[in-house]
């Protein structure tokens, strides 16, 4: 009978904690942070708690009519949290440094990194978008990603990052998620979401899953408009919310909710969802037992701002169950219209309390009880490392998917009988890509004005590689093929043996007829080390496994063939061998020298390690007339140098 008795007490204290669920904003030290957090309470008036619940916008690309104005806003209207724009990472630190000095608590400091600094500061990295760390199968590796990015905002004193897009991209068409999602599959956008999650609160900055309650199945931007998601409760809780029950679970620190028309849920259709109470505090917070900090989208975005005034605006969202405005307009009037609904019990000091304890259990969190300023030395080398540049050619190697390769054209093999030409569609470069397949073999650029006059050039190959190249500048941009495009890839793969090379979105593929081409391969963007590590991988220098992280009509969500790697040479980057790049400057220097001297009029030095080329230059002329510059795709003659060059390997 006891063993019964405990055995129910011990289901019933299970399903409490469930219910109750877990607090991410909790430190280890939480009786110290209690202490903090009452501490600051204590002292507050009702101006300064309503202060902290705003997150006003900063640019450190503007004037000082901008700075004085963030300043006035921190000083005399109490706000408590910046979200910075625009500018550079330096000037970043030092106005946040600035800021901080003039704040009585300590100011939460907000930005949109999903895939690195790079978002939104010149001069820093960029990591690859989200749809590309979806074909990945190794999640440790996304894991790092967070934690690489973590410390990047860290360094420059950015304390929660709104990242990642965890919304599940099942409509191609959706203008505004896209790249941005790791893609349609809800197992694996959670798992990715939590290791991105956890990589990044594991170095001390907050990540904030968006944009609740999903934004992948829309077909308008909520920058421009509202967005209409019908879909029933049952669907929501089965699809969309599937990754939010996960990183609620593995703790993550922040949730952002979208501005959505959600007719099935919420039945004032002109409701967004950011200032639905149905939505934040029936679903969020009671079904869903988050205690972490809420955050609406942008306020100034037309899916909410359309609604009401500003003003109003900002009261619904409080009064929805949202714990911090995130770029709201209109301050001075929202706090005396929020002061003049406490005052009539419309809003309770309890309910901002709630908030605002729950803002300051996160200042503690990212250690603001003991801020300290951000130091400027070395801050550009500090958030542009050679560890991240490694980090980052792992990503893109272990994305590059192979969906279709009926005559196993890749690897190739048998070289001296390829006779390889490339032939570039998109409107943007592929320089790169065709410069790294030199390195391999023999392979001719082919172009002309017009397609018959193509196809008769091609006619002399037995293998034709097309780069379909699109702009890498952002996740937003056009990835689709034009008419001219599809037509000319239709008629070249009709007539000729075609690997098809694929530097953008896997969504370009939906508008292409894909019968007649041999072999596809995914490389989801056009950077240079996309370009460079795809023209490898077709020549075997590494093992290819990624994974198609949306459907393609016939091609479905997961599908990818894994390609053998061949005993062919690597080329990377020093480091990615266990070779310095400080030491090989050296090796500059002495050739800088000998040029100087004039002890040899030029030169090309490999040198490789493990497989791996890791330093491969040209220097100066063939002769001392300087009428031929020496480049890598230059061939020698040994002559009497046979000997030794043969016998060294050997050795």
């Known amino acids: 009978m006891k063993v019964k008795i405990f055995l ?90 600035f800021y901080q000095e003039k704040a009585k608590v300590p100011l939460l400091i907000g930005f949109d990194g999903e895939w690195g600094l790079d978002m939104r500061l010149k001069n820093t990295f960029r990591f690859p978008w989200n749809m590309t760390l979806g074909a990945i199968q190794d999640d440790e590796l996304i894991k790092e990603t967070g934690r690489r990015i973590g410390e990047h905002c860290k360094r420059i004193g950015v304390h929660i990052n709104f990242a990642p897009v965890v919304d599940i991209n099942t409509n191609p068409d959706n203008p505004i998620i896209g790249n941005r999602s790791f893609g349609e599959n809800k197992e694996n956008v959670a798992k990715k979401a939590v290791q991105f999650i956890e990589g990044m609160q594991g170095v001390g900055v907050l990540g904030s899953a968006k944009h609740f309650p999903g934004h992948g199945d829309t077909a308008s931007d909520s920058h421009i408009e509202l967005p209409l998601v019908n879909f029933s409760k049952d669907r929501l809780d089965s699809v969309e919310l599937y990754p939010y029950k996960k ?89 005396n219209l929020l002061k003049a609904s406490i005052k009539k019990g419309k809003i309770t000091h309890e309910r901002i309390d709630e908030s605002v304890r729950k803002i300051l259990k996160a200042k503690y969190l990212v250690g603001l009880n003991t801020y300290s300023p951000s130091k400027l030395e070395n801050l550009d080398k500090d958030i542009n490392r050679v560890e991240d540049h490694v980090l980052h050619r792992k990503l893109v190697r272990n994305s590059i998917t192979v969906i279709k390769d009926v005559v196993n054209n890749i690897p190739f ?50 293998t034709v590689i097309v780069g379909f190249h699109k702009s890498n500048k952002n996740p937003w941009k056009s990835y689709r093929y034009s008419e001219k495009d599809m037509e000319w890839l239709r008629v070249i793969a009709s007539e000729c043996n075609v690997i098809l090379c694929n530097f953008t979105s896997p969504y370009s593929l939906l508008s292409i007829a894909k019968e007649d081409i041999e072999t596809i391969v995914l490389a989801y963007q056009n950077s240079k080390i996309a370009q460079e590590l795809t023209a490898q991988a077709l020549f075997g220098a590494f093992e290819l496994k990624g994974r198609l992280p949306v459907s393609i009509n016939s091609y479905k969500v997961g599908m990818g063939i ?22 090989l400057k050296k090796v500059d220097q002495k050739i800088d020298m000998l040029l100087k001297k004039k002890m040899t009029p030029g030169g090309q030095i490999l040198a490789a390690r493990n497989g791996k080329v890791f330093y491969y230059k040209s220097f100066g002329y063939h002769t001392s007339k300087k009428k031929k510059k020496v480049k890598n795709s230059d061939i020698y003659d040994l002559a009497s140098l046979t000997k030794i060059l043969a016998s060294l390997p050997a050795v």
Do not use: C
């Open 413 to 462: 093999k048998h070289l001296e009988k390829k006779k390889i030409a490339y032939v570039s569609l998109g409107d943007d470069k592929g320089d790169d890509f065709l410069s790294m397949l030199k390195n391999y073999a023999k392979v001719e650029k082919v172009s002309s004005k017009y397609l018959k006059t193509l196809i008769k050039k091609l006619k002399k190959f037995n």
């Open 8 to 97: 129910l007490l011990a289901i019933m204290l299970s399903m409490f904690v469930v219910g109750q669920g877990n607090d991410p904003l909790k430190s280890n030290n939480y009786v110290s942070q209690d202490k903090w957090v009452d501490s600051i309470m204590k002292s507050m008036t009702i101006d300064e708690k309503l202060g902290q619940m705003f997150m006003i916008q900063a640019y450190s690309n503007r004037d000082d009519k901008h700075k004085a104005y963030i300043e006035k806003m921190i000083t005399e209207y109490h706000i408590g949290n910046l979200i910075f724009m625009q500018g550079t990472p330096r000037k970043q630190t030092i106005l946040t440094n």
């Open 247 to 335: 990183v609620i679970n593995s703790g993550v620190a922040s949730i952002m909710v979208a501005h959505l028309s959600l007719p099935q849920i919420e039945k004032n259709v002109n409701l967004p969802s950011s200032l639905s109470k149905v939505v934040v505090t029936d679903i969020l917070k009671n079904e869903l037992a988050y205690q972490g900090l809420i955050i609406t989208d942008g306020l100034n975005m037309k899916g909410a701002a359309n609604y009401n005034t500003s003003a109003e605006i900002n009261m619904a969202a409080i009064e929805a169950g949202n714990d911090i405005l995130l770029i709201p307009s209109d301050i001075k009037g929202t706090l």
């Open 562 to 583: 894994e390609k053998p790697r061949l005993n062919r040479l690597q080329y990377t980057i020093p480091e990615q061998a266990g070779v310095s790049s400080e030491k």
